[in-house]
Each structure stands twice: as C-alpha cells, then as structure tokens.
C-alpha cells in the first residue's frame, strides 16, 4: 500500500499532551485552594470585626443608659464578683447583675460595675462603697464573648458627677472640754477630717451639733492656745445620731531666742597708707595695701589680669580727685594671683607681691604694678577713701573713708573716720591702720580668732582707728593662703522674719538692739520667739534674698532656748555664741503679711494656709511662714476656722529664696439658710444658689429635712435662687437677703413643683425579653392604642407625653414629672416573614410615681 503524505505544515502542528494536561489541572487547584483559603479568611476576618463593633455598641449603649439615671439612682456595687482568669472581670451581682445577650448569633454578656472615685492631682482612685460620697461615681462596663475557644472582652470606663453635695442624713453632736477638767471650751472649732464642710463651733457649754452623710468618720477640734484632738473612729447610721465628746489639752510652750546677722557679699577689712617694711627682695620699701573679707557661704570671683572690667574692682578717692586711681590699667594696673576669694578666707592687694609685717612674711594675692615700682597710690597725709564695687552693675560693695585734718573723707558709710590727734590723714606718721572689728563685742583675740566682718553701714562703730583706745600697728594682714576664719558677725537684719515649724506658734521680726564701746553704741538684730510649741522644730529666718534655717531646736516648757547651740544644724561658731548667719539662699521661699478685718485691725490666731503649711497670725496679725517655690495658693481662715469671717485665697508666685508680701483682708461671714418643700413633703438633695450680682457666692444643698445652709458668706445684699431642672418651677422664684453681720441668717421657704421621679422595668414579648426596641410612653392623660401624633402647633395645649425607648437587654428608664399618677403604654413592633409590620401594644394605669422617687413596671406581652 502506498502510504499517505501529509503536508509539512500539517506535520508542524502537536497537541496537548496528558501531562500538559496535568499540570494545568494543578495549577488552577492550587489556586482556587487559596481562593478558598483567603474567602475563610475574610469571613473569619468580618466576624471579628463585627463581634468588636457589636461588644461595644452594647458597651456604650448600658453607659449612656446609666449616666441617664439621676447621681442618686446610679447605685454603688456593693456586692462584688469576679470572673475566673484569663478575663478577670470584676462586676455586680446585686444592683446590675451580668446579662446575656444573643445578637447575630453571638451570645455576649454584659457586666457592670459601679464604684465611688476621688481625683486627686489628675488621678482617679476607687474607693470603698462604705466612704462618704466625693461626688463623683465611675462606670465600668465590660462586654465579654468567646471566639474559637477564646475569651474576648470590651471595657468602657465613664465617670457621673454629682451635680449636687452629698445627702445629709445623719447628726454628729457632743461636748469639748478642757482636758483635765470639767471646764468646757466655748469656740472650738469642730470638723469632720474626711469633709471639711461639715463643721460647727462649740457654743457656751462647749455643746456642738451638725448634720452629716451616713458614714464612718473621725471628728477634728481646733481652739486657740490647744493642741487639736482627734476623735476615734465613729460610725453614724442613715437617719441616726452619734455622740462624740472631746477633751483639748492646753499648749505648752517655750521662748526661742538669740542674734541674727547676714552677710551678702565682701567687705574691706583693714586698709593700711603706708608702713615702712622688707618686701620679698628684702630690700626695704613703703608698702601700703588693702584687705577684704568673704563673710558668705560661697566664693566670690574678683576677676583677672588685664582684663577689664573685673568682676569686684577696687577704687581708690582722694580728697583731690586728681589723685583718685581705678581698677585699671592706667590706675592700679593690678596683677591677680589669685582670682577668687573662698568663703571665710581674706583677699589682700598690696603694692608689693610679698611683704613682711609684725614678724611675718605674707604673700599677696594680687598685685599693683607688675613692674614692681612700688607706687604710692593710697595717700597716707591726706583724706581719702577705699571702694570695692561691681563694674557690671555699678554697684558699690563697701567703702571705708577716712579725714584729714582740714577735709572730709570723698567717700564713707554714715560716719568717716575721724582724723586723730597729731596725725594728717590715715598714715601720717607712718604704721598706721584701720582695722575692721569680728562682732560688735569683740576682744582684743577675737580679731584674729573670728572673721572680721561687723558692718553696721558706719565706719566709725565698723573699725578700729587710731584713738586713745587704739594705737600702733597691732594686726598684721590676711591672704587667702591665711585658712579660713569663722563668721560670728555681719550686717545687722533688722526686721528679718522668724518662725518656727510648729504649726500653732506665730513669727516675729529681729529687732534693733545695742552695745555699747566707748562712746559708741553698736547695732545689732535679737530676736524672741515666744509661744513655740514644746518639741523639737525647725526654725526659718528670711530677709529678703537671704535666709537660714536651724534644725533639732529643742523647745522645753517656760524656757528660753538660744539658737543656735551644740545639737542643732548649724550648730554654734563657738560655745554660748548664739549668733545665726544668713548667708544662703534657699531653694524655697518665703510669705509674710498681715490678716486684718475690714477696719483694719489685725487678727490675731488666724491661720495662713499653703498646702500642708500653715502659720497662725500673732497679736499684731501677722504671719512669716517657709513655702515651696513656684505657684502656690494661700488661704487666710481656711474652712472658716474663725466663724466669725469668712476664708479668703490668694495666687502667690514664689521665686526661689524670694520673700513675697501677702496681705489678707477678712470680711465678716455669716452663713444663710433656708427651706426647700413639694408644699407637703421637704425635697432633698435641691441646689440652692446664692448670687452677689450675677457673681456666685455660694451655694447649698438641701438634706433630708429640705433644709440648706450655705457658710462663708461675707456681709452684704445677695439673691438666693433655688436651680430647677427642666420641667420644674418653684415659689418664689428668688429672694433678696441682707447679711449685715456675723450669725445666721433664715432666707425663706421655697416650694419646688414639677421635681421629677422615674418609671422602669423591662419589657417581654411571649416570655421573651424585648432586645429589638420597645417605644415606651407615659401620661396622666389617656394613651391611644397606636403611638399619639404630636403636631408642633398643638403640642403646648396637650397633656405631655413622656417616651422612651427600652434598650438592648430589654430594660427601661422613664424619667417623669413626680407626684403624680401615670398611665403608661408599650408598643413593641413585629416584623412578619412577608415583611409586614405589626405593632403589639399593652397599657397599664395607676402608677404613682414620687419626687426624687422610681417606681418599678414590668411590661409583659400579651
């Protein structure tokens, strides 16, 4: 047979194979596998959305019904649970148990919890149930599911404050006296430490009473010249009465005294025109020169050679200024080799870099006249003067001035320095010298014992000068390579401030005292704190930038205790030299003023509040008191501790080792009070506003006799209005009082009308709780079997109509005007498996509902 023969391009083509064909098999099987993969994916994905999204609808949804609810209505978890780990949800058992709700097929259970919250510096802190209300509720509310096997959970945290104070339902009363006796204490102040609100004032038996919330408390009373005494913990009952009696033990005291001094910067402590002596080469030349002194607690820069402006320069002035030299390069042209002085060491300028004197070889620590010249700049036969200043400021740190014979000196403080007898000038003859005196008392040692810094501002009492007490040349010069000389003197601080720690005693101010030397009187500042407190304190003394406190001062009964002495920090320079030196500047501040009633007269035992300080205000009504730097609030008479004027507060900026004046001005107070009642029965928990122009000056709350009183009321004209909420009216509207001294003062009685109640419960269909949504409605008027129609235009002229619709977990609130009686209506919608709607409606009647009151209806289908 011949055989066939097909074209090429037949030949040419190929189809596909089987393994072709498997290949493609599995690769669209493996890629409709991840399709599927992803769909499970992204269904599993949307569940968990949803679930979230459903969990805090439902969250959100019991908040808003709860922060609905009146603050009293909002109950506090009493009876708490917790979940089993990992959730560990705390919730309530009692007042809102946990619930179980089934949407799209995931069942969820809601949990609530209630506590009473206290914000303290921005911090929110749970506190027990059984402490007396702070006015502010939290609300947690966690929503928890189970998703493969795994638990979920959503919270939501809210907060509900309490427009109102607390309830006062309940009565502390009882009796002070003095301890030890059968004495009783007229005007102690009584308080309650957890609510300072709640306070009274003992009356002429030492008899107090005043209402307070339901709780468990201690009792705080306060009187002039006692120790405060604090009750032990007591419990008063919902509508009970607790008798707590007090006895106050009188203060023992003690007096604090001694000498205050400061010291601010150097002094020129000896000056010397001319001496003839052996300088470092030994040869022989004149040699005059200047000493200072740093009296403070810190070094002090003096500057560099050559560069100029120094930092603390010397200056010298003639009675002819021609002569005058400055710290210049033209002038002193001073070589430093030292460049700062160290606390309580001396600095000396001399024109020579060593010289000797009274046997001993002293290097200086600055120079004038590099080229060692040995210039007479200080002019021994003629008037004249030293200075020490700062450039930068001008400033002039001290000056010592000295006459000659037919001139004054150019430059002195208070009192120059006499010429002596037979001399001319400072120097003349040769070896003469003014020396600075260590205290206004000081011996002969003690000028080279102690550092020489006594400066009273007179250069007459501040120095030794040639006089029949005083000749030759006794003291010879000081360097900072000399050792460091304690401080007993300095400036005298009259009217420094001074105050012990004890919270009970006042301050004082150093005052101006003298001793005498010769013919002179020398200042300086004593002090005596009376009425310290026995204990050991801290004591605080400020004058202006500078200030010192003295630690572990030790007050014993009926005696003087001089500071500082062996135990206290600092201690004494040297035994039974009771001298204190200001000459740090602290980190803290002070505040002082004086307390006065609107006449101007000072009160006195007025106590001056800055966080945890205080100081009590002294017989002239004034108060020196340590307070932290920065912003702080002072309050005068916090709480009204004297009832007889009210509390004033004042914003007080403090900078750091800084004294700020604050003056207070008390007004009278008085206190006002008033009657709240439906006309029949008394309404609690009503605010009451007390107007001075359309300024608030305070306000009250009724307690459960309807009764408010509002304190701390200064004498004046106010308006006194009762706050009604929407859908309340009261009679009269407001009144005018005038409050024209201390006491109390009875407003009026207001009768509140339209205060409003609740209705709740839930709603069930067939046994069923209503999830869906249920319209509620309630009126004193009849209810239409479907849902009224309310047209704008009419509503004024008809019965209101209240509505509400019930939540998710088949429960509803119905906030209605109270004291009246409610028909009230439920209309639950049906969707049918066509689509069709149909409404199931059940109406009851009767309900009465009181003020402030809730009254519970089930509403159960059919």
């Known amino acids: 047979m011949k055989p066939i023969s097909l074209p090429s391009k037949l030949r040419g083509r190929s189809g596909a194979t089987l393994t072709e064909l498997m290949v493609a098999v599995i690769i669209l099987s493996i890629g ?5 993969n992803a769909f499970r994916f992204i269904s599993r994905s949307l569940y968990v959305s949803r679930a979230q999204s459903l969990a805090t609808n439902l969250a959100q949804e019991r908040v808003e019904s709860l922060k ?18 990992p959730t560990s949800i705390v919730y309530d058992t009692s007042n809102y148990p946990p619930e179980t709700i089934v949407i799209g097929g995931i069942p969820f259970t809601r949990y609530t919890y209630v506590t009473m919250v206290d914000i303290t510096d921005g911090d929110i802190t749970a506190i027990s149930y059984t402490y007396p209300d702070t006015g502010m509720k939290q609300i947690v509310v966690t929503v928890a599911w189970t998703d493969m096997g795994n638990q979920k959970k959503w919270q939501l ?41 709640w306070t009274a004032t003992t009356d002429a038996g030492g008899n107090y009473t005043f209402r307070v919330y339901h709780g468990t408390y201690t009792v705080r009373a306060s009187s002039a010249g006692f120790y405060d005494a604090v009750s032990p913990v007591a419990t008063v009952n919902r509508g009970g009465n607790s008798t707590i009696n007090l006895s106050l033990q009188a203060i023992a005291t003690g007096t604090v005294a001694g000498i205050v001094w400061y010291n601010s910067d150097l002094v020129i402590s000896q000056v010397v025109a001319v001496t003839h002596t052996v300088v470092g080469d030994l040869s022989e030349h004149d040699v005059e020169y200047v000493e200072l002194f740093n009296p403070t607690t810190y070094p002090i820069d003096i500057g560099v050679t050559a560069t100029y402006p120094k930092t603390v320069a010397l200056r ?13 390069a033209v002038g002193f042209n001073i070589h430093h080799v030292t460049t700062y002085v160290p606390a309580g060491r001396y600095y000396l300028y001399a024109n020579a870099p060593t010289i000797h004197i009274l046997g001993q070889w002293v290097v200086a620590d600055a120079y004038y006249d590099a080229a060692l010249s040995y210039p007479d700049i200080i002019r021994n036969d003629k008037a004249g003067a030293i200075e020490i200043y700062r450039p930068a400021s001008g400033d002039i740190l001290d000056a010592v001035g000295w006459d000659d014979n037919n001139n004054t000196a150019p430059s002195y403080e208070t009192l120059s320095i006499p010429n002596a007898a037979a001399n001319d000038g400072l120097g003349s003859p040769m070896g003469k010298q003014i020396v600075r005196v260590s205290s206004p008392a000081a011996g002969a040692a003690d000028l080279t014992t102690y550092g020489r810094a006594y400066d009273s ?27 460091t000389f304690p401080v007993i003197a300095g400036k005298v601080p009259s009217g420094a401030y001074v105050a012990a720690s004890d919270p009970n005693s006042g301050s004082t101010q150093a005052y101006t005292a003298y001793v005498t030397s010769g013919s002179l009187s020398l200042p300086y500042a004593r002090f005596t704190l009376l009425g310290v407190t026995t204990g050991t304190w801290n004591v605080a003394f400020g004058y202006g930038a500078y200030s010192q406190i003295v630690t572990s001062v030790t007050v014993n009964q009926n005696q003087v205790t001089p500071i500082p002495n062996s135990v206290t920090t600092p201690a004494w320079v040297a035994s039974n030299l009771y001298h204190v030196s200001l000459s740090s500047i602290t980190d803290m501040g002070f505040v002082k003023g004086i307390v006065t009633n609107p006449s101007n007269i000072p009160l006195a035992n007025i106590v001056v509040q800055s966080g945890s300080d205080q100081k009590t205000t002294s017989a002239n009504g004034s108060y020196f008191m340590v307070v932290s730097s920065g912003n702080i609030n002072l309050i005068a008479n916090p709480n009204n501790q004297n009832p007889s004027y009210v509390q004033a507060q004042a914003p007080v900026f403090i900078t750091q080792g800084e004294t700020v004046t604050q003056d207070f001005t008390l007004s009278l107070g008085g206190r006002l009070t008033g009657y709240c009642t439906t006309g029949t029965t008394p309404v609690a928990n ?4 007390v107007l001075n122009g ?36 009261v009679n009269p509207n407001s009144v005018i009082v005038v409050l024209n001294s201390t006491g109390t003062v009875f407003v009026a009685t207001f009768t509140v009308s339209g205060a409003f109640g609740s209705i709740d419960g839930t709603v069930t269909n067939g046994a069923s709780l209503v ?13 239409p079997t479907s849902p009224p129609s309310i047209a704008g235009s009419s509503a004024p002229a008809m019965t209101p109509y209240y509505m509400v619709s019930s939540r998710a977990d088949g429960s509803y609130v119905l906030p209605v005007r109270g004291g009246l009686t409610y028909n009230l209506s439920a209309y639950v919608p049906v969707i049918a498996a066509n689509g069709t709607v149909s409404i199931t409606t059940k109406t009851y009647s009767g309900i009465a509902v009181s003020v402030s009151g809730a009254t519970t209806k089930n509403v159960t289908i059919p």
């Open 771 to 783: 999830t869906s949504g249920a319209l509620v409605i309630a009126s004193t008027a009849s209810i």
């Open 32 to 36: 409709l596998l991840g399709l599927f």
């Open 157 to 197: 945290t809210n907060l509900l404050e309490n427009p109102r104070v607390n309830p006062l339902d309940a009565t502390i009363m009882g009796n002070v006296k003095v301890s030890g006796t059968t004495t009783n204490l007229p005007g102690a102040v009584i308080r309650v430490e957890q609510n300072s609100d």
């Open 694 to 729: 359309t300024n608030q000056a305070g306000s009250g709350t009724t307690d459960a006799s309807g009764i408010f009183t509002v304190n701390n009321i200064s004498t004046g004209t106010y308006t006194v209005t009762p706050v009604i909420e929407v859908g309340q009216d």
């Open 686 to 689: 009503f605010v009451v506003a």
């Open 457 to 483: 501002d007179s250069n007459q009492r501040d120095f030794l000068y040639e006089s029949a007490s005083f000749t030759g040349f006794v003291y010879p010069p000081r360097s900072v390579a000399s050792g």
């Open 316 to 328: 010298y002035k003639d009675e002819s200024s021609s002569s005058d030299r400055d710290d210049s």
């Open 68 to 85: 609905n609810l009146n603050y009293y209505s909002l109950l506090l978890t009493t009876a708490p649970a917790t979940t089993p780990p």
